[in-house]
């Protein structure tokens, strides 16, 4: 079993970066795939990124490729989600998830959710 908590979150203008920051716990961390998904007012929970859980392969939505980028720290059991050119669409609440496979993960099958960090982003 994972527990996640994620940080990182906060307010910042168009066109900026944060980093969000994920700790795991739990003694079976590098075997899980990782990710992240947001979830927007009125909107149903999103898929955002995922790295597989080999470390080889990560995921990305069309609306975040290029600008998101999903990182890992197995010595520390932390995974991040550096978000830059943020533009107020991403504004969300971003929530960190760990799951048996990557494509199991992207579906939202049997994850591990962290309890959500906001992140506003203002035009």
């Known amino acids: 079993q994972v527990q996640l908590v994620e940080s990182g979150g906060g307010s910042v203008e168009a066109g900026g970066s944060l980093r969000l920051s994920c700790a795991a716990s739990g003694r079976t961390f590098s075997s899980y795939a990782l990710g992240w998904f947001r979830q927007a007012p009125g909107k149903e929970r999103e898929f955002v990124a995922a790295?597989?859980?080999?470390?080889?392969?990560?995921y990305y939505s069309d609306s975040v490729k290029g600008r998101f980028a999903i990182s890992i720290d197995n010595a520390e059991k932390t995974q991040y989600l550096q978000m830059n050119s943020l533009k107020p669409d991403d504004t969300a609440v971003y929530y960190c998830?760990?799951?048996?496979?990557?494509?199991?993960?992207?579906?939202?099958?049997?994850?591990?959710w962290g309890q959500g960090t906001q992140v506003t982003v203002s035009s």
């Open positions: 998830a760990a799951g048996t496979t990557a494509d199991r993960l992207r579906r939202g099958e049997d994850n591990y």
């Open positions: 790295i597989s859980n080999m470390r080889i392969r990560t």
